[in-house]
């Protein structure tokens, strides 16, 4: 019996800095567009791919970043985890 290796899932985390937030408003969700269009697409056909938009704040990277670590625990990689302090 064959069996199919298991499908890369991908996390992509786009990071932006707050500035740009107050210097061009707009021009994280253009650039979060372009990766809906252009990147994710590329992606779709070899990898599951989660994207939830850019962040730019230290809490919502750090908030990705337990989430992240999370997701790696539930497929039996506890290194991450142990090794945070939450």
């Not at 890369?8 to 800095?17: F, K, N, S, Y």
């Not at 107050?22 to 791919?49: F, H």
Request: net charge negative.
């Amino acid at each position: 019996m064959n069996q199919q290796p298991a499908r890369p899932r991908i996390g992509l985390l786009a990071l932006t800095l707050e500035f740009y937030e107050q210097l061009a408003p707009g021009l994280r969700e253009s650039r979060e567009r372009w990766l809906q269009e252009t990147v994710l697409p590329d992606l779709a056909p070899i990898a599951d791919v989660c994207f939830r938009g850019a962040v730019y704040r230290r809490e919502d990277v750090d908030a990705a970043d337990v989430l992240r670590r999370l997701i790696s625990a539930a497929d039996g990689d506890l290194y991450g985890v142990k090794h945070t302090r939450f």
